[in-house]
Each structure stands twice: as structure tokens, then as C-alpha cells.
């Protein structure tokens, strides 16, 4: 079983920044994809960032394009997502999720990912 915790969520005001961070523990298995996905009561899990194994592809939502950046540290089975000029729609509970194995298909599903964290809030005041 792979276990996966976030932290680094809180309270920020409008403008200002945060740093997420999630780490892969428990049984050895690959990590090809690591991805943070958020939620709203009442709607639907969403995509925010992913990244693959080598680094060399990397997806985020349009609306957080050019104000987050997902990156990750294989060695220490750790994905990131530093969010910088945050807005009061980007409050939501983040999540972090994981895929172990190579697929040919957008990393923007979240239906690809097979581990899922307990969510950090993040919530953002004006």
C-alpha cells in the first residue's frame, strides 16, 4: 500500500503565496506520475498540475497557467506545487495523487491516478 501526505496549505490572503508539498511512503512501487487535483463542496474534483517521471511533461489547469508550478524530487518520492498570486477561487481542498505506471494518455484525468492523499485546505481571503 502507498501512502500519500500533503502539507503546506493554510490560511493566505489574495496576492500571496503557498507551497504544497506531498510525499509517496510505504510499499516500493514506481511512481511514473504525480499530480494535484482540488475540490469545492458541492462540485467536482479538479485538475490543477501534473508531472511525469523525467520532467519532461508538464500539465496545469488554464487557471492556475503561469501562477502555479508543480515539480517533484524522485529520490524522495515528493511532488510540489508553489502557488504564487493566489485568488479566492483557489481556495479548495488540494490533493495530491499518484500513478504508478507509464500511460500514453493526457494527465489531466483523474481517473488514471491509482493513490490519492487526505487533502490539505487551502484557503485564500480577500
Known amino acids: 500500500q502507498v501512502q500519500l501526505v500533503e502539507s503546506g496549505g493554510g490560511l493566505v490572503q489574495t496576492g500571496g503565496s503557498l507551497s504544497l508539498s506531498c510525499t509517496a511512503s510505504?510499499?516500493?512501487?514506481?511512481?511514473?506520475?504525480m499530480g494535484w487535483f482540488r475540490q469545492t463542496p458541492g462540485k467536482e474534483r479538479e485538475f490543477v498540475a501534473s508531472?511525469?517521471?523525467?520532467?519532461?511533461?508538464?500539465s496545469y489547469a488554464d487557471s492556475v497557467k503561469g501562477r502555479f508550478t508543480i515539480s517533484r524530487d524522485n529520490a524522495k518520492n515528493a511532488v510540489y506545487l508553489q502557488m504564487n498570486s493566489l485568488r479566492s477561487e483557489d481556495t479548495a481542498v488540494y490533493y495530491c495523487?499518484?500513478?504508478?505506471?507509464?500511460?500514453?494518455?493526457?494527465?489531466?484525468?483523474?481517473?488514471?491516478?491509482?493513490?490519492w492523499g487526505q487533502g490539505t485546505q487551502v484557503t485564500v481571503s480577500s
Open positions: 508531472i511525469n517521471w523525467s520532467h519532461s511533461i508538464k
Open positions: 510505504g510499499r516500493a512501487v514506481g511512481a511514473y506520475a
Open positions: 495523487a499518484l500513478r504508478s505506471l507509464y500511460v500514453d494518455s493526457d494527465l489531466s484525468d483523474s481517473s488514471l491516478f491509482d493513490y
